[in-house]
């Protein structure tokens, strides 16, 4: 489970995007560029955002505050928590080499 902790400080997101990868699934937090909120998301992997269908993301927005950011985290642990079903069991297949 992603903690605050692990989030960051509020600092770090006027700067650049929060990614990682918890048993299957991907997620990045970051700060919309024009607006003061959180945009967080997050889709099956192994494949980067970017490399990922937009049909297979879901995401949320949260106000960029400490709270927001808590609001945030939570969001992406009951992602992961109520889809575990759609998360891939391994990191990524060989089949593409």
């Not at 509020?10 to 990682?20: E, L, P, Q």
């Not at 699934?25 to 997050?42: N, Q, S, T």
């Not at 927001?68 to 939570?74: S, Y």
């Given at each position: 489970?992603?903690?605050?902790?692990?989030?960051?400080?509020?600092?770090?997101?006027?700067?650049?995007?929060?990614?990682?990868?918890?048993?299957?699934m991907r997620?990045v937090?970051?700060?919309?560029?024009?607006?003061?909120?959180?945009?967080?998301?997050?889709?099956?992997?192994?494949?980067?955002?970017?490399?990922?269908?937009?049909?297979?993301?879901?995401?949320?927005?949260?106000?960029?505050?400490?709270?927001?950011?808590?609001a945030?985290?939570?969001?992406?642990?009951?992602?992961?928590?109520?889809?575990?079903?759609?998360?891939?069991?391994?990191k990524?297949?060989?089949?593409?080499?």
């Amino acid at each position: 489970m992603l903690t605050y902790d692990d989030a960051l400080n509020m600092n770090y997101y006027k700067k650049t995007d929060f990614t990682g990868w918890m048993g299957g699934m991907r997620f990045v937090l970051g700060k919309e560029p024009e607006a003061d909120e959180f945009h967080a998301w997050v889709w099956p992997g192994p494949y980067i955002f970017d490399k990922t269908d937009d049909s297979k993301k879901t995401d949320a927005k949260f106000p960029f505050t400490d709270e927001g950011r808590k609001a945030a985290v939570d969001w992406i642990n009951e992602q992961y928590e109520s889809r575990k079903a759609e998360w891939p069991d391994k990191k990524m297949s060989t089949e593409w080499m």
